[in-house]
């Protein structure tokens, strides 16, 4: 079992849609936990941390399911500009700051 | 100007080369990071570095070698590059982990390394 799984996609979604991304963390050890963004050819971006308690960020919703071992990030009224792909991340337990990746989850936004 | 920078950003060379990529950062962070990307593998971990002496083998580290010439900079090394280390290649930084489980990473824009 992968560490971190996710749906690769793509997610062809309208504007103005909400489109929800899961993810799966096999170490119940782990305790941060993010999701990046990454334009094509470019260097991930750190989108929003996830607090167990949920968190939002404008259109931008991230939950924590510590029991299910389970991410989710929604994503309202979705924008051209939010095409990307989407990167669950969960830190590596043991120490320091390793973090590991999932493979993406790809968003396109059509008119 | 962008806080942290890898040259070159693209290279193509040829088996059995040594090659090494550049990493520099200006935000002042003791950690850091070198990770490849590959089409559905994600990013993978290849070596980090948590300040100037202190070196560590990440997932995927054969074939590879790092070095930490400063808190500024950190290298990596493909001494016989070989067509399979064909792939997208980050260079990250973070703070300090105030946390156990660390804070953000910071990635530098790139580099595309094709083995022929």
């Known amino acids: 079992r992968k560490e971190v799984e996710q749906d690769p996609g793509p997610f062809n979604v309208p504007e103005g849609a909400t489109v929800a991304f899961n993810c799966t963390y096999s170490n119940s050890a782990s305790q941060s936990f993010f999701w990046y963004r990454q334009d094509c050819r470019k260097e991930p971006k750190l989108l929003m941390s996830v607090y167990s308690s949920g968190n939002e960020d404008g259109r931008f919703t991230a939950q924590l399911n510590r029991a299910s071992q389970y991410i989710s990030l929604l994503i309202r009224d979705s924008k051209l500009s939010d095409s990307a792909t989407y990167l669950c991340v969960v830190n590596s337990p043991g120490g320091g700051n390793k973090l590991t990746f999932g493979t993406g989850t790809q968003l396109k936004v059509e008119l | 100007d962008a806080d942290v920078t890898q040259t070159p950003r693209n290279r193509i060379t040829k088996t059995g080369k040594r090659i090494m990529l550049e990493c520099s950062q200006t935000k002042g962070h003791d950690r850091m990071y070198w990770y490849r990307q590959d089409p559905g593998l994600g990013l993978r971990l290849i070596y980090y570095s948590f300040d100037v002496k202190d070196i560590n083998k990440g997932e995927i580290s054969d074939g590879y070698s790092v070095s930490r010439q400063a808190q500024a900079k950190f290298s990596l090394s493909l001494e016989s590059a070989i067509p399979n280390q064909t792939a997208l290649y980050f260079c990250?930084?973070?703070?300090?982990?105030?946390?156990?489980?660390?804070?953000?990473?910071?990635f530098g824009p790139g580099t595309r390394l094709t083995v022929l």
């Open positions: 990250a930084t973070s703070d300090t982990g105030r946390l156990a489980g660390g804070n953000e990473q910071f």
